[in-house]
């Protein structure tokens, strides 16, 4: 029995230990702001077009271009 209780004494001394030190990083450390920049491919911004434009996609359900695509 001294072996169990001499084991579960060791635990509780690390884990109070590990504990205590996750204490006083939470309490002493302070994260300092900074700016982030994400970069975001312009093909999930502006998806590329497919399908014929004049007709129209149906798996979109975009609809046939009116008029003229002459510039």
């Known amino acids: 029995m001294p072996t169990l209780f001499r ?3 060791i635990c509780a001394v690390i884990g109070g230990s590990i504990y ?3 204490w006083a990083l939470a309490l002493f450390v302070s994260p ?3 700016e982030i920049t994400i970069r975001i491919p312009s093909e999930r911004i502006n ?4 399908g014929n434009p004049v007709t129209g996609n149906p798996a979109t359900g ?3 271009v009116t ?3 002459k510039q």
């Not at 998806?47 to 497919?50: G, S, W």
């Open 62 to 64: 975009n609809p046939p």
């Open 67 to 69: 008029g003229s695509l």
């Open 20 to 22: 205590g030190a996750m």
């Open 7 to 9: 084991f579960l004494v």
């Open 32 to 34: 300092q702001p900074r």
């Open 47 to 50: 998806p590329p077009v497919t």
